[in-house]
Every structure is written in C-alpha cells, then in structure tokens.
T-cell receptor, first 113, second 114 residues
Framework: DAGVIQSPRHEVTEMGQEVTLRCKPISGHNSLFWYRQTMMRGLELLIYFNNNVPIDDSGMPEDRFSAKMPNASFSTLKIQPSEPRDSAVYFC???????????FGSGTRLTVV | AQSVAQPEDQVNVAEGNPLTVKCTYSVSGNPYLFWYVQYPNRGLQFLLKYITGDNLVKGSYGFEAEFNKSQTSFHLKKPSALVSDSALYFCAVRDIRNTDKLIFGTGTRLQVFP
C-alpha cells in the first residue's frame, strides 16, 4: 500500500494565481480530511468527506477555498485567488471506519509570493 | 466542549533518560485517544491508541501511553529517550458527536539531547 499520496510536494505561486492541491487516499478508506499547518495556528482541519460527501467544511477559511471529492480515490483542494497568508503545509489524511485513526500524506508545502 | 490539552510546548530530555509528554482530555463518555508523531518535513504518523482495555497501551518505536480516567490524562512515555525521538508529538481524541473526526492538541516539541 502506497499510503496517502499528495501532489505536488512543493508549490510556489504568485499572489492571485489559482492553486490546486491533490490527494489520493488509501483504497478502502471512506473518510478524507484536509488540514493546514502553520507555525502560528498549528494544525487546522479545513474540511472532511465521508463516502465522498462533504460533512464538515466549517474550517474552510473563506470562499477562496474549495474542495471536491469526485470519487473515492481522489480529492482536490483549490485556492482561487491565492494570497501570501495562505502559505502553509497542507495535509491530506484518510481513515477507514473509526476508531482506527488516520493515515496522513506527506503534505504539500505551499508558498505564495 | 470536547478537547485535548498539551500543556507543554516543548520538552527537553537527555538521551537515555525517561521521557513523558503530557496530554489531558475533556470529553463526556468513554474517550478514544491517540498519539501521533511528526518528524521534520513529514506528515503525522500514528503511534498508538487507547480504545478500551488495559490502561497501559504500547505503540511504535518503544513508546507507551497510560490512560488515567480519574486524572483524565493520556501521557506518552518512553523509558529511554533517543536523539531520533526528537519530533513534534500530537495527542488526539475522537469527536463523540462526529466519530469520523479527531480533535488534535496543539502539539509538543520533544528535543532529546545527546
């Protein structure tokens, strides 16, 4: 099992550009989570899906952020337009039926200049 | 409200000495508790969990955690620290209202000195 796969590993973009982060969860896991990690705010849950349906998006900072999960094997997190304050490491995690816990991807380090 | 608290931002310990990273929780009912570790430039990795049963839970890399219901704590421990244990450690509890979801603490940075 290759684990949770995120791409790209690093992304540098200019303010105002659209950014799309991608995640492939572990096969058979029915929940998928998007987190953001910064020094100032720590680990923040942005949104999570269960069986491809968004369950809780209360952590999405603003309308510039959107997430989709068109099928069980793929999810995207999009930021449009991006701003320097969006610079962070974004993690995707997936989980089978609880309470087995999450498996995290290696993250995407986003820098918006 | 449900939560976990990690009262120490950083813990320093000498190699070979025992280490403890503290976690307390606040949740109604029986908690499901987890510890994760994050090495530099990596995602969080599962260390161990408590669901039910023995209060002492053994996990990866020689770590263990003790569930204490009366003190609402779930401290992470290791008898002899290694320099390679230096990392960021997160405690988490399952959200009882939304059991797919984990509530994470703020993290404790463990620094093991040679």
């Amino acid at each position: 099992d290759a684990g949770v796969i995120q791409s790209p590993r690093h992304e540098v973009t200019e303010m105002g550009q659209e950014v799309t982060l991608r995640c492939k969860p572990i096969s058979g896991h029915n929940s998928l989570f998007w987190y953001r990690q910064t020094m100032m705010r720590g680990l923040e849950l942005l949104i999570y899906f269960n069986n491809n349906v968004p369950i809780d998006d209360s952590g999405m900072p603003e309308d510039r952020f959107s997430a989709k999960m068109p099928n069980a094997s793929f999810s995207t997190l999009k930021i449009q337009p991006s701003e320097p304050r969006d610079s962070a490491v974004y993690f995707c995690a997936s989980s089978p039926d609880s309470p087995r816990g999450y498996t995290f991807g290696s993250g995407t380090r986003l820098t918006v200049v | 409200a449900q939560s976990v608290a990690q009262p120490e931002d950083q813990v320093n310990v000498a190699e070979g000495n025992p280490l403890t990273v503290k976690c307390t929780y606040s949740v109604s009912g029986n908690p499901y508790l987890f510890w994760y570790v994050q090495y530099p430039n990596r995602g969080l990795q599962f260390l161990l969990k408590y669901i039910t049963g023995d209060n002492l839970v053994k996990g990866s890399y020689g770590f263990e955690a003790e569930f204490n219901k009366s003190q609402t704590s779930f401290h992470l421990k290791k008898p002899s620290a290694l320099v390679s244990d230096s990392a960021l450690y997160f405690c988490a509890v399952r959200d009882i209202r939304n059991t797919d979801k984990l509530i994470f603490g703020t993290g404790t940075r463990l620094q093991v000195f040679p």
